[in-house]
Each structure stands twice: as structure tokens, then as C-alpha cells.
């Protein structure tokens, strides 16, 4: 599947390099998780631009994932950035990957227990229902 990734360097000459790299990581982690686009911004703050910003923005189905990192070298930055957001990343997976995971079994088990009773006693229940419905005027 093809992700879309923007990538803004602010105030940086290498930021040819400093975007590749950015890419190359972010790929590397991508490649595991669902993600459908991602945007990062690195900039620079303080009087000479000594503390790197680096920020992440992934979107994956249902959510959207914010990441913000501070550092005094742009690649510590992303580096950082990098082991949250996978960090993030699978948690995100753990959760929705297969939401309702246990319910499900739960239902599982109820649907064993259920061909237990007697099967007259619910196809009774839903002939009553059915035939109520039919009455009802449309």
C-alpha cells in the first residue's frame, strides 16, 4: 500500500540528508503497522537554533498519532521521535488491531451454551415476534 509522508526541515542546511534519514526510519518502522500517511517537522529553537524540534504527525486507521521531541542534535531527535512512535504504533495495533477479540470468544461460548437448551423454546419466541411484525400495519 502506498503512504503518503511530507516532510518540512526548517532552518537547516543539510536537509537534504536530514530527510532521508527521516525516511529510511520512518519506512523501516512503518513497514510493520497500518499507516495511511505521516508528516514530521524538524525545526530549530532557542537564540542560535541549538535545541532541534522534531515533530510527528501519523495517521493510522481510526487515530492520528502526535509526536514531539526536543534534542540538541536533529538526529537524536528523530531518533527519539522514532522509538515513541513505534512504541505508539503497536500499542495502537494491540488495541484495534482485533477489537473484541475476548468478547468475541465470550459470544463463542454463549452460542455453545445456548444449542444446550432447548431449540423449540427460541424458535417459538421468534415465530411470536414475527408474527406480531406481520400484523403491524406498514
Do not use: C, W
Request: no cysteine.
Amino acid at each position: 500500500t502506498a503512504m503518503n509522508i511530507r516532510i518540512q526541515v526548517r532552518h537547516d542546511a543539510t536537509e537534504d540528508r536530514i530527510q532521508s534519514y527521516i525516511t529510511t526510519e520512518f519506512n523501516h518502522i512503518a513497514s510493520k503497522f497500518q499507516v495511511v500517511s505521516a508528516e514530521f517537522i524538524l525545526d530549530q529553537e532557542g537564540s542560535n537554533g541549538h535545541l532541534k524540534t522534531f515533530e510527528g504527525i501519523i495517521h493510522v486507521p481510526g487515530d492520528t498519532i502526535r509526536v514531539k521531541e526536543h534534542a540538541e542534535d536533529a538526529h537524536l531527535a528523530v531518533d527519539i521521535s522514532m522509538k515513541v512512535i513505534e512504541k505508539l504504533l503497536k500499542k495502537h495495533k494491540e488495541t484495534y488491531a482485533h477489537p473484541g477479540g475476548l468478547i468475541r470468544h465470550k459470544i463463542e461460548r454463549d452460542r455453545v451454551d445456548d444449542r444446550s437448551s432447548t431449540v423449540d423454546e427460541r424458535s417459538s419466541t421468534v415465530d411470536e415476534r414475527s408474527s406480531t411484525e406481520a400484523e403491524q400495519p406498514s
